[in-house]
T-cell receptor, first 114, second 110 residues
Framework: DAGVIQSPRHEVTEMGQEVTLRCKPI?????LFWYRQTMMRGLELLIY????????DSGMPEDRFSAKMPNASFSTLKIQPSEPRDSAVYFC????????????FGPGTRLTVT | SQQGEEDPQALSIQEGENATMNCSYK?????LQWYRQNSGRGLVHLIL?????REKHSGRLRVTLDTSKKSSSLLITASRAADTASYFC??????????FGAGTQVVVTP
């Protein structure tokens, strides 16, 4: 298996632009998680899905952030409009109940908003 | 807010020495997991210990769990320069949600 795939790996955009981050989880995993990591705040859970349904989005910072999972093999995290404070590394991870929720992380997307 | 809190925040040791880091948490858990993150990379799962287990080994890693004290420890024996990384504990609830601590930065010098 290729592991969790994220794209793009790096994104530089100007304030006010829309940003879309993409994630392909490991096949057979029924949980998908989006995290954000910064030096100041550490690793924060933004939202997670179970069987493509959002379960907990309490970590989404504000309405500018939205996430979708249209099918079991694809998820997006969208920021519109982006702001400089959104600059961070965004990770996607997947897991399943059978493995006691051991999570497999993607390589991350480093987002810089100027 | 973070569930797990690691101690120490940073650790510097020489190759061959053992590295021990601790994690404390606040609420009941389904299991506790340890992850490693090399600079600029994603987190990699190291070891998982279930709430009814007290100790677990994997290679040079040893994890203990004391649910009465709500604490866990990770021991890396005979450390190597390649063990230089940040180490995170994460607690899992029964719904699969993980809460990560702030991490321990470990530097192993040759």
């Amino acid at each position: 298996d290729a592991g969790v795939i994220q794209s793009p790996r790096h994104e530089v955009t100007e304030m006010g632009q829309e940003v879309t981050l993409r994630c392909k989880p490991i096949s057979g995993h029924d949980y998908l998680f989006w995290y954000r990591q910064t030096m100041m705040r550490g690793l924060e859970l933004l939202i997670y899905f179970n069987n493509n349904v959002p379960i907990d989005d309490s970590g989404m910072p504000e309405d500018r952030f939205s996430a979708k999972m249209p099918n079991a093999s694809f998820s997006t995290l969208k920021i519109q409009p982006s702001e400089p404070r959104d600059s961070a590394v965004y990770f996607c991870a997947s897991s399943n109940r059978a493995a006691y929720y051991e999570q497999y992380f993607g390589p991350g997307t480093r987002l810089t908003v100027t | 807010s973070q569930q797990g809190e690691e101690d120490p925040q940073a650790l510097s040791i020489q190759e061959g020495e053992n590295a021990t880091m601790n994690c404390s948490y606040k609420t009941s858990i389904n299991n506790l997991q340890w992850y490693r993150q090399n600079s600029g990379r994603g987190l990699v799962h190291l070891i998982l210990i279930r709430s009814n287990e007290r100790e677990k080994h994997s290679g040079r890693l040893r994890v203990t769990l004391d649910t009465s004290k709500k604490s866990s420890s990770l021991l890396i024996t005979a450390s190597r320069a390649a063990d230089t990384a940040s180490y995170f504990c994460a607690t899992a609830d029964s719904w699969g949600k993980l809460q990560f601590g702030a991490g321990t930065q470990v530097v192993v010098t040759p």
